[in-house]
C-alpha cells in the first residue's frame, strides 16, 4: 500500500493525499474525511513517518505561539516578547517533570498549516496554542479531527471534548485595573492596547468599559492608542499615537493592556515632556520585570505565567492520559495588584488635602 493506491482508493490525485498528509489546510473537509478513512482502514503510515512510531507513545507536545502581526518584520517572536519567554520557560519544565517535552513553533502567515502538519506526520501527541487569535475555522476543523488541544485566550468557550480552553479573566482583570484608577478620582482614563482582533485585547477593552460604565462615565476612544500587543516598541508606537490624537486634552491616566508595552510607554511621556504621575498616570495588565524599573515603577495587576503554564500542560496531560476531562472550559482569577508609584490620587487634590 502506498499513497498512488490510497488515490485510486479515494478517487482523488497523489498530490491530494500527500497535500493532506502534510496538513495543509487547501483540501476540502470533506476530501480529507475520505482519504484519512481509507488510511485508517488500511493502516497505512508513510515511510518518512514510520520510524520510531511503533511500541511507544509520542510524548512531545507542541506549543504553537501565534503571531500573525510580525510575520514581515524581524521573525524574532520569542525573545522580543516577555509573555512568551516566560511560557515557554515555565511550559518546558512542567511538562520535563511529567515526562513530556516541548516542540516549540512560531505560526505566522507563511506557516499557517504547521499544526495540521505535525499532527498528521505524529510529531506531537498534543498542541498548545497561544498568541495572537488563531484561526477558528482551524481550530475547529482540528477539533473535528480528534486533535488534543488546549488553547489560551482564544475564545470564549470550547464545546468539544478533546478542545481544552484555558483563559485568564481578561475581562474582570481590565475591569479591577480600571476600578483602581477611578478609586483614585480619574475619570478621563486612555487605554494603550493592541488590534482589536485579538481575543485578549477585545475583552480587556470590555472590561474597562464595564468599569467606567458602572461609575456612571463614559470612553472616548479619541483616549485609545494602539501598537503591537506583545513588544515594547508597540507601547512607544500606541503612546505616540493617543498624545497625538488628543493633543489638546490628555487623559488623567493610562491603562496599558499589557505590560510588556510599559518600556515603551514610558519613553513615549518622557519624550513628550510628561512625568509620571505628575502628569499622568499608569497602570499596567499581566506584570512583567520591567513595571519594577521604570522611572516611577509602575502599578500592575499581575497574572502569573507559571499558574497558565501549569494549567495547561496539565490538563492536556490529564486529557491524554484519561482520554476525558470533568471541565474543558477553565478560567483563572488568580490576580495581584502590585501598587508602585505611578498613580497619582486625585481624590487628595479635590479636597484640598496635602
Known sequence: MNSSDIAKLAGVSRSTVSRILNGYDDISYETRKKVEAIIKEYNYIPNSYGRGLAGK?????????????????????????????????????????LCYNILVSIIDRKNYGDIRRLFADKS??????????????????????????????????????????????????AYLATKELLKKGHRKIGMITGNSSKYTVRKRYHGLLRAMEEAGLSFDTIYTGVGDFHRADGGYDATMQLLENCRNDLPTALLVANSVMLPGVMRALAEAGLRVPDDLSVIGLTG??????????????????????????????????????AEYNITLKQYELVERESIRDLRQEESGKP
Open 57 to 97: 507513545a509520542n510524548r512531545i507536545i507542541g506549543l504553537f505561539i501565534v503571531d500573525v502581526d510580525n510575520w514581515s518584520e524581524d521573525n524574532m517572536v520569542l525573545s522580543r516578547s516577555e509573555v512568551f519567554c516566560d511560557f515557554l520557560a515555565y511550559a518546558a519544565d512542567i511538562a520535563h517533570n
Open 288 to 325: 512583567t520585570k520591567y513595571a519594577p524599573y521604570t522611572n516611577p515603577p509602575v502599578t500592575e495587576l499581575c497574572v502569573s505565567h507559571e499558574m497558565i503554564a501549569s494549567a495547561m500542560i496539565s490538563k492536556i496531560t490529564e486529557l491524554l492520559n484519561m482520554g476525558t476531562l
Open 124 to 173: 506531537i501527541c498534543a498542541g498548545l496554542i497561544m498568541g495572537d487569535t488563531y484561526d477558528q475555522e482551524v481550530i475547529d476543523e482540528l477539533g473535528r479531527e480528534g486533535y488534543k488541544i488546549a488553547l489560551h485566550n482564544q475564545r470564549d468557550r470550547s464545546e468539544m471534548e478533546n478542545v481544552i480552553n484555558v483563559n485568564v479573566d481578561n475581562e474582570g482583570f
